[in-house]
């Protein structure tokens, strides 16, 4: 997140140090408040009642909407859990209030002061009579202008007086608008999550890479074993061709799911594993070996057994289920690098729900083109004739291998510009093979436009790419907290700058993005000891820690002089702009030196 230089709010940083007068907790019982608003004394069971949530924000605070998780903020979410005798549904919350602040890219949605959440109690028949606790609670994060406190979750009790039900009719069922005079309010669903854009377009390559595999030679023979299978048993399936089809294309769609959910469960070994250098470089040179085989220095062949096994022809439903199920091992030789490497990405990821879904996606672009050729059998005789294309499409996968090869070695390449450079290259030499170093169909001009058309379009994209990808600006060099570094620097007579982070925390985000990155601040960093201490997760010293140098939100950060002791005057409590900081730095060096 960039934005242009910060001005700052005087008024705001006179306040906030006079609003930090409690420490982060937890609980947040002192910036938000919830209190219950029922609708009635007593709750007859088996119906369903209204009721509503006071929310009490103190000043300056506020706290982010329901979906304000798209720009990095902490959304505001209330929740109970269900049980088989209660169930608090359609929560709702009023229309937020739309205000820009100078870390979000645009306005965002935000609650201030007070306001009210409608929702419904749905009580059993079989509910207990008597008095009932229903316990829930409210997460949200309390920011203002230029500072932020941890994520807080406040617990919120609804006791309810349980009643027999109503003999022969139904329970009352008040509007929320009556409850204590409250005007309507406007509803506002709870956005539930989207997919982002990133998530889509890898779903769309990722398809077409799965259309792409039945262009190799491996798969293209298996067109017309599958086209005589379902045109020889054409009368026999009748009207109910179709549903063979589905069950084909959903039996290698099966296959392949199992395997991605498979290799995303085993994500934190593969993870942990590709954390060893010796391991990134082994995996590496396989893929780039396997990519050789695409290229044709040598051929991956199946056990005979085992190619037999599964190309074994069974009657009715599962005969065509047991075909898609066993197409992925017939067709292995060249689909078997290309999922090698989908394999270990979604390995990477560690989500069971993504490896299932890239791998069903992929599957839907490889049994496709079989399916619908399957249904219309006929359309065999339209396809285009096999040849050197094919060789030249199997060529183009081991290159995306050696692209997935080179993604595993990042971490072993130092610098950024030095891994942009790697993938440029990568681009490059497959454009030049692809193009023009590749013999294929040299007797078609036609084709052999196509290829040099690719190779152009690799070569110049390669260029944009390396020229146009922003790099990371080397920042501040932090260390971890350490109480024995802090001596070290007094008895060392070297000043210390003290940073209190967390990734919950936009202001602080946008410090180390756009003020802690400035090479006059960087240069200007290495006169002092840097110290950071990461809020993001709680830790057993974070409390002590807040305590003992009263951090009462984030971002904060503290000076200390030679001799270990704090410049108060310089502390920062909110987010200050690059010239502000420099400003401050200077300062404390000036200090030091006398």
């Known amino acids: 997140m960039s934005s242009s230089n910060i001005i700052k709010y005087l008024l705001i940083t006179l306040i906030l140090p006079l609003t930090f007068l409690v420490s982060p907790s937890p609980s947040g019982a002192a910036t938000v408040r919830v209190e219950v608003i029922q609708s009635r004394s007593q709750y007859p069971a088996g119906g369903s009642y209204p009721i509503q949530f006071l929310v009490r924000i103190n000043k300056p605070w506020y706290i982010h909407d329901t979906g304000a998780g798209e720009e990095g903020l902490i959304p505001t979410l209330l929740t109970f859990p269900d049980s088989p005798t209660f169930k608090v549904k359609d929560i709702t919350f009023p229309a937020p209030e739309k205000k820009r602040f100078e870390y979000t890219k645009k306005p965002v949605g935000v609650f201030s002061g007070e306001f009210r959440i409608r929702a419904t109690i749905i009580i059993s028949g079989k509910a207990p009579v008597g008095k009932q606790i229903i316990k829930g609670k409210f997460s949200s994060q309390a920011c203002a202008d230029h500072a932020c406190l941890p994520p807080e979750t406040v617990p919120v009790l609804i006791s309810l007086n349980i009643t027999s039900p109503l003999a022969g009719q139904k329970a009352e069922n008040q509007p929320v608008s009556e409850i204590a005079g409250q005007t309507p309010i406007t509803d506002q669903p709870i956005p539930g999550s989207a997919p982002g854009a990133g998530l889509w377009w890898a779903l769309i390559g990722i398809f077409l890479g799965g259309l792409a595999l039945n262009l190799t030679p491996c798969v293209y023979p298996l067109i017309p074993i599958t086209v005589s299978y379902f045109g020889g048993k054409g009368n026999k399936f009748g009207g109910k061709i179709i549903l063979h089809g589905i069950l084909y294309i959903s039996g290698l769609a099966i296959t392949n799911s199992i395997l991605g959910v498979f290799a995303s469960l085993s994500g934190s070994m593969l993870g942990a594993l590709l954390q060893n250098p010796v391991v990134l ?289 310089l502390r920062i409590e909110s987010y200050v702009d690059k010239d502000d900081m420099l400003k401050r730095m200077r300062q404390m060096i000036r200090l030091s030196s006398k």
Request: proline share 6%; with cysteine; charged share 15%.
């Open 281 to 569: 470089i082994v995996v590496a040179g396989i893929m780039i070996g396997l990519a050789t085989s695409f290229f044709g220095l040598w051929e991956l062949r199946l056990p005979s057994g085992l190619t037999n096994l599964a190309s074994k022809n069974f009657g009715g439903y599962f005969g065509t289920f047991f075909m898609g199920l066993t197409l992925g091992i017939v067709a292995a030789p060249c689909l078997g690098p290309f999922i090698l490497g989908l394999l270990t990405y979604v390995g990477q990821k560690g989500d069971p729900f993504l490896g299932f879904l890239y791998f069903f996606v992929l599957s839907i672009g490889m049994g496709l083109p079989l399916a619908v050729l399957a249904v219309f059998s006929g359309a065999l005789e339209k396809l285009p004739m096999s040849g050197g294309w094919m060789v030249w499409i199997r060529k183009i996968l081991g290159w995306v291998l050696v692209g997935m090869a080179g993604y595993l070695l990042q971490p072993l390449i130092p610098g950024e510009s030095e891994r942009i450079l790697l993938f440029a290259m990568i681009a490059v030499a497959a454009g030049i093979h692809l193009g023009w170093l590749d013999r294929s169909s040299r007797d078609s001009r036609l084709f052999a436009m196509v290829k040099k058309g690719l190779g152009v379009i690799l070569i110049i994209g390669a260029i944009a790419f390396y020229f146009t990808t922003p790099r990371h600006v080397e920042g501040v060099q932090w260390l971890p907290y350490d109480k024995n570094l802090l001596t070290q620097a007094a008895n060392e007579n070297r000043p210390v700058i003290f940073d209190f982070y967390a990734d919950w925390c936009p202001p602080c985000k946008e410090l180390d993005e756009n003020v802690f990155t400035a090479p006059e601040v960087v240069k200007l960093s290495k006169h002092f000891q840097n110290l950071r201490v990461d809020l993001t997760k709680r830790h057993p010293e974070q409390d002590l820690l807040l305590k003992r140098y009263q951090v009462r939100g984030v971002p904060t950060v503290i000076f200390f002089n030679r001799k270990g002791d704090e410049e108060r005057k």
